[in-house]
């Protein structure tokens, strides 16, 4: 089993559109969670942390549910601007190895 | 805003050749790390490396890799006798461990994107 899962997409939204996105982990000694985004041929760049509470910030908002081991990210309204690949990032307990998934594509269009 | 930086951007080479790619990470962080991805695939892990050594290796990172902070600034990856399936961009990477929950976040650099002929 793969340590962390994502669907691949893509996922292909209108502008304006609510989308989200899920990601799986399988090591329950999981301790930190991100989101990064990548544009294509380019670096990841942090997006946001998750913290166990859930945690907003703008149009972004991010879960994390530790009994079924996901985590997941909703992106409101959608701008043209949010296509770009979305990498679910775990770090576990007492390892300074962040662990990333494969990514989730998102296209938006006008 | 403190950045990561890398160079060469992009490099061709033949079979066989060795290359060496060069990160700059932020000044006031402690850990070190090399990831690659090729193309279309995920980003994977090679090494990680705090207080002047390696601290874990993937099974990628054989021994026809090898990293080194030859001073105060630059942190290397050496790839000797580069095969084909080497081409992909790699990326530096350095973090400061956030104490208060142990979060790691990692800034990236523009990534060395390696041709093997």
């Known amino acids: 089993r793969k340590e962390v899962e994502q669907d691949p997409g893509p996922f292909n939204v209108p502008e304006g559109a609510t989308v989200a996105f899920n990601c799986t982990y399988s090591n329950s000694a999981s301790q930190s969670f991100f989101w990064y985004r990548q544009d294509c041929r380019k670096e990841p760049k942090l997006l946001m942390s998750v913290y166990s509470s859930g945690n907003e910030d703008g149009r972004f908002t991010a879960q994390l549910n530790r009994a079924s081991q996901y985590i997941s990210l909703l992106i409101r309204d959608s701008k043209l601007s949010d296509s770009a690949t979305y990498l679910c990032?775990?770090?576990?307990?007492?390892?300074?190895?962040?662990?990333f998934g494969r990514g989730t594509s998102l296209i938006v269009h006008p | 805003e403190p950045e990561v930086t890398q160079t060469p951007s992009h490099q061709v080479t033949q079979m066989g050749q060795e290359v060496i790619l060069r990160c700059v990470p932020i000044s006031n962080h402690l850990y070190f790390y090399w990831y690659r991805q090729i193309l279309g695939q995920k980003v994977e892990f090679l090494v990680s490396f705090y207080n002047n050594e390696i601290s874990e290796k993937s099974e990628i990172f054989d021994d026809q890799f090898s990293v080194e902070r030859p001073d105060g600034s630059n942190f290397t990856l050496k790839i000797r006798s580069t095969k084909l399936e080497d081409s992909a961009m790699y990326f530096c990477?350095?973090?400061?461990?956030?104490?208060?929950?142990?979060?790691?976040?990692?800034?990236f650099g523009a990534g060395s994107r390696l041709t093997v002929l």
């Open positions: 990032v775990v770090n576990s307990r007492g390892s300074y190895i962040p662990t």
């Open positions: 990477a350095s973090s400061e461990i956030r104490q208060s929950s142990g979060a790691n976040v990692l800034t």
